[in-house]
């Protein structure tokens, strides 16, 4: 069992930067991969990006060059970096794992675990 908590979101101005924190607990994290998605009101929540164990990263293509996934094994937490926001990045973001092989990064349904999300808005 994997818990995860997501924290870092808040309101920013267009342009600005934040930068989110996934923190798991209860197993082993490095073997894990993450992914995060968000979700806006009145919309399904959509894949923004993730990062295998390897540290390989991919991103949806509306946030390729702004946004940065990492990860820091020693302290079980992976990291959202998110610089030039834009307004339609206003969502609640959630992190989510998985350790399972052979799985779609892209699909919600491949991850177990899920935080609780963190909203963050982005003002024009």
């Known amino acids: 069992q994997v818990q995860l908590v997501e924290s870092g979101g808040g309101l920013v101005q267009a342009g600005g930067s934040l930068r989110l924190s996934c923190a798991a607990s209860g197993r082993t994290f490095s073997s894990y991969f993450v992914g995060w998605f968000r979700q806006a009101p009145g919309k399904e929540r959509e894949f923004v990006g993730a990062i295998r164990w390897t540290g390989t990263t991919y991103y949806v293509g509306s946030v390729k060059g702004r946004f940065t996934i990492s990860r820091d094994n020693a302290k079980n937490t992976v990291y959202l970096q998110m610089n030039s926001l834009k307004p339609e990045d206003t969502a609640v973001y959630y992190c989510?794992?998985?350790?399972?092989?052979?799985?779609?990064?892209?699909?919600?349904?491949?991850?177990?675990?899920w935080g609780q999300g963190t909203q963050v808005t982005v003002s024009s």
């Open positions: 989510a794992a998985d350790s399972r092989y052979g799985r779609t990064l892209e699909a919600r349904s491949t991850y177990a675990y």
